[in-house]
């Protein structure tokens, strides 16, 4: 890639960003990375769930930190933001490290080796060497505590369709559900927000105005029914007659009552059709 493009990619990120950046533009920069790398779909979707964690728990360790502190709250505050924004400064360099380490997680032939990486970032205003990489690669390995993400959506995904496609009469549609699929996962990705929050007002609908939000993290952690409900979405997109036989299928494989698969599964096929 030129080194124009590089620069566009990371400034359209980092212009477009509030402080701390938001989950759509993180996710959209990782697949524009892995796009442009050519990277597997086991990578992307590793890559979105390292940066996550990574960033997850270096919040919620700076903020322990500061919440034990014997600062004055003032001072606290004004720490808080200090380090939100060198965040929002390094973020871009540890999106493009937790994609570097994704990769080597898979086994194949486009690795994305450090000196990928700064070839990448050549016309941009870091000036970094392959030391500097490296020591990124440990902050973000030692900020997890080395506990690297091994599965994402995509695994059960897989595993699910591996298992639909040795009914026979599902076999010859497997192919076509795994590319569509593929689409919609991206989809669930960039607009996971959106989606949990129609999921959750639909399964309010006439109960208790009282159920609380938080309460629903369960269900949107949940990546086996994720995978499920997307299968089935893509069944409804690609051949409508055989979507009830694979709701059915589904639901015996993973013990997942349909309408739960369904319901999630009706949401993304209305947010991917809008």
């Avoid at 930190?65 to 808080?80: D, F, Y």
Wanted: proline content about 3%; aromatic content about 8%.
């Amino acid at each position: 890639m030129s080194s124009a493009t590089s620069s566009v990619i990371r400034s359209s990120f980092l212009l477009k960003q509030p402080n701390p950046p938001p989950l759509f533009y993180r996710l959209a920069c990782v697949l524009s990375i892995c796009d442009y790398f050519q990277q597997q779909h086991e990578t992307r979707y590793l890559a979105i769930q390292l940066v996550e964690k990574f960033l997850d728990t270096k919040c919620r360790q700076r903020f322990k930190t500061l919440a034990s502190s014997q600062l004055k709250n003032r001072q606290k505050l004004l720490e808080w933001k200090k380090f939100s924004s060198s965040l929002k400064r390094q973020s871009f360099l540890y999106i493009l490290t937790c994609v570097q380490l994704s990769s080597k997680m898979c086994s194949h032939s486009k690795v994305m080796s450090i000196s990928r990486s700064l070839r990448f970032l050549r016309g941009s205003s870091e000036v970094l060497t392959a030391g500097n990489m490296m020591v990124l690669e440990l902050e973000v390995l030692q900020t997890i505590n080395y506990e690297f993400p091994i599965t994402s959506p995509l695994t059960y995904l897989e595993a699910m369709l591996e298992i639909l496609g040795s009914e026979k009469d599902l076999l010859g549609s497997v192919k076509l559900l795994h590319h569509i699929c593929l689409r919609v996962l991206d989809l669930a990705y960039l607009k996971r927000r959106v989606i949990y929050d129609k999921l959750f007002r639909f399964a309010i609908k006439g109960r208790c105005s009282t159920s609380r939000r938080s309460e629903f993290v369960v269900v949107e952690n949940d990546d086996f029914l994720l995978a499920a409900s997307i299968i089935e979405a893509a069944a409804y997109l690609s051949n409508k007659e055989k979507e009830t036989q694979v709701l059915t299928h589904l639901s015996e494989v993973t013990q997942i009552p349909e309408e739960d698969i369904l319901d999630l599964a009706t949401v993304l096929v209305e947010t991917f059709s809008s």
